[in-house]
Nanobody, 121 residues
Framework: QVQLVESGGGLVQAGGSLRLSCVLSGRFYTLNAMGWYRQAPGKQRELVATVSRGSVTNYADSVKGRFTISRDNAKNTVNLQMDSLKPEDTAVYYC???????????????WGRGTQVTVSS
């Protein structure tokens, strides 16, 4: 069974840094993009950053220049280095993987349970 487990969330003051990590475990056929999304109270879940299997990255405008996403294909991990954090970055951060479970099966989204990031002013 495929499982994503996040770690690294917490409470930090504005201007500080946090590093989120996510490990994908289980059996699958092909792992494509990995990424991070976030959901603040009363808001919809939104994309933060993604990284393709070939390490092409994509960032939300709100985090460009402050966050850095990286992945280790050998370990099936994805990390998010968050610097210069702002109170508006406060949210639950979810790890996402787009993978093909078996040959002939369509790609699907898999999600972690989320990790809370709180930035105080």
């Amino acid at each position: 069974q495929v499982q994503l487990v996040e770690s690294g969330g917490g409470l930090v003051q504005a201007g500080g840094s946090l590093r989120l990590s996510c490990v994908l475990s289980g059996r699958f056929y092909t792992l494509n993009a990995m990424g991070w999304y976030r959901q603040a109270p009363g808001k919809q879940r939104e994309l933060v950053a993604t990284v393709s299997r070939g390490s092409v990255t994509n960032y939300a405008d709100s985090v460009k220049g402050r966050f850095t996403i990286s992945r280790d294909n050998a370990k099936n991990t994805v990390n998010l280095q968050m610097d210069s954090l702002k109170p508006e970055d406060t949210a639950v951060y979810y790890c996402n993987s787009k993978l093909q479970l078996r040959l002939g099966v369509s790609q699907q989204d898999y999600w972690g349970r989320g990790t809370q990031v709180t930035v105080s002013s």
